[in-house]
């Protein structure tokens, strides 16, 4: 009977060190999710990096209706389709760009009236889609840079 009690003793001893050994890893994983959360929460203005600002389609944007912050990077996309697989490009040296023929003077006054010059972040990307249903091609125009208001 002896050895029976010190048995249970000896496992309700062991139980409350399991249950205490447990409850401060619970402790530490809850202050190491709340440190991470803080960490993260803050990295951006420590770190000092800028918002994102995208506008889907550029032609009828209107820049006193865009939320966007001075520096923020702005993407700004044109989508139109075409019989002809590939755009006619005019270099132009003030921005170091090379702009599609077809809708050189709208993308040149978006990137004047939204674009930053002094930074070195503008940049313009086409890609080019074939649909096969349609037999037309698809472009897609991206620009990136940053916001100026």
Known sequence: MVWITTLLLLQSMIYCYRVAVYDIIYKLRLSLKIF????????????????????????VYDSR???CIENDLLFGNLTFKSDEKNLNFIFFKDLNIQIPDIFNNEIKTFIVQNCKKEENTLKLKTITNYNKIKNNYVHKITISCRFKI
């Open 65 to 67: 209706k865009k939320n």
């Open 36 to 59: 991470i959360f803080i960490f993260i929460v803050f990295f951006k203005h420590i770190a000092g990096s800028k918002g994102l600002c995208t506008i889907d389609n550029i032609l």
